[in-house]
């Protein structure tokens, strides 16, 4: 009975913290949007990474005091890339479509992970990633509609969003072999800051104290979001986290209403929920996180 009450405890802590994750990353949304009034997407992006790479400092010290091992650099140096091309695409469908729209695409990451593991890591093709695969697909359609509308390049831009992010989960799958969470963490901030150093440079804009405190909110917001996510994969099974990052999906129409007047789109909504089951299904019998 101790017992039950215990892990029932764990599953209710879990789902709260997802809320929280949620909240965050749908904060981080609204202040992109609010920053793209002034700033292009890659230097938000920069500016991002390079106060998250500040936050995290003192992990770096603590990192390299205890480390001694070769480091896989051309590992960490090809997530980092891959990632900040990632975000700077994310950033750039927030500035041009509806929040609902990038939070429903932004789903298919672990669709597109899956998709990988198969053809990269050569996992086993089962009848239920084929289910999930299918109903995923038929989720994408309803969102994306495409013949029933043109695709427009912030659709394509958080589709291909989605696909980077995807390849950069799966390099990391790949570093946890050897490598510990605080380094892998380390070097993505690394070097998706140095990525996107030069596409900033190109395009500098001079940002005004706001921005950059509004940057600085991004940068904890993201941050604080991952950590809670870390948390709550911990403290429960996938089974009870997963459908908990719909209302991700419920808070970003809403908000999208209210402050930025886009339109309510039951498509998005029906699209959206079919991918979430279909990752639940995967969730089911396998370990995405």
């Known amino acids: 009975m101790i017992r039950a009450l215990s892990i029932k405890n ?98 298919l990451t672990p669709i597109f992970t899956t998709i990988g593991a198969i053809l990269i890591f050569k996992e086993a093709i089962t009848f239920n990633r084929i289910f999930a695969l299918v109903l995923s697909v038929i989720g994408a359609m309803l969102i994306l509609k495409p013949g029933y509308e043109v695709l427009s390049n912030g659709k394509i831009a958080q589709l291909l969003s989605t696909i980077f992010f995807a390849i950069s989960y799966l390099i990391a799958k790949n570093l946890t072999k050897t490598e510990s969470t605080h380094s892998i963490v380390i070097f993505l901030t690394l070097f998706a800051t140095i990525t996107l150093l030069p596409f900033t440079l190109l395009i500098w804009t001079k940002p005004i104290m706001a921005d950059l405190l509004l940057l600085l909110g991004v940068a904890i917001l993201g941050t604080l979001g991952h950590y809670f996510m870390t948390i709550a994969l911990s403290l429960a099974p996938l089974t009870i986290t997963q459908p908990v990052i719909f209302f991700q999906l419920i808070w970003s129409t809403l908000i999208g209403l209210l402050l930025f007047d886009e339109s309510l789109d039951f498509f998005i909504l029906i699209g959206g929920a079919l991918i979430v089951i279909a990752i639940v299904r995967l969730s089911a019998n396998e370990n995405l996180s």
């Open 10 to 107: 764990y599953y209710i802590k879990s789902i709260f913290l997802m809320l929280l994750t949620g909240l965050c990353f749908v904060a981080v949304m609204v202040s992109v949007k609010f920053l793209s009034k002034d700033l292009p997407p890659t230097q938000a992006a920069f500016f991002r990474y390079l106060f998250g790479l500040i936050l995290i400092l003192p992990l770096i010290r603590l990192q390299f005091k205890k480390s001694i091992k070769k480091i896989p650099i051309l590992k960490h140096g090809l997530r980092g890339v891959v990632h900040g091309l990632a975000v700077v695409l994310w950033f750039f469908s927030v500035a041009n479509i509806p929040m609902a729209d990038v939070t429903a695409i932004n789903y």
